[in-house]
Nanobody
Framework: VQLQAFGGGLVQAGGTLRLSCAVS????????TGWFRRAPGKEREFVAA????????YYKDSVKGRFTISRDNAKDTVYLQMNNLKPEDTAIYFC?????????????WGQGTLVTVSS
């Protein structure tokens, strides 16, 4: 499986970015997908996940109401819309594929895309 993330960049606080992740090499429609991030000097953390049909999504508390995960199964792509970005959102963001059973368990990882939010 390959996951290719796009869309990172530099944005001012309060701005928006949309990350995209193209998934290939497996049955995308049967996988839950999600995003993790690793901020400088911190551990990697869960950000958001979405079930295979796109009917249910899950978020880290600090991004609820600001971030929206979605997916287009016809395009094998998952998105992360990030609004009202804060400097603490600065991190490398990773897209993943996996399963959701009470919580999200990633099994495949893509390369990261860097998001930098300036104050």
């Amino acid at each position: 499986v390959q996951l290719q993330a796009f869309g990172g960049g530099l944005v001012q606080a309060g701005g928006t970015l949309r990350l995209s992740c193209a998934v290939s090499g497996r049955t995308f429609r049967s996988d839950a997908t999600g995003w993790f991030r690793r901020a400088p000097g911190k551990e990697r953390e869960f950000v958001a996940a979405i079930n295979p049909s796109g009917s249910a999504s899950y978020y880290k508390d600090s991004v609820k109401g600001r971030f929206t995960i979605s997916r287009d199964n016809a395009k094998d792509t998952v998105y992360l819309q990030m609004n009202n970005l804060k400097p603490e959102d600065t991190a490398i963001y990773f897209c993943t594929a996996g399963v959701y059973k009470g919580r999200y368990f990633p099994s495949s990882w893509g390369q990261g895309t860097l998001v930098t939010v300036s104050s």
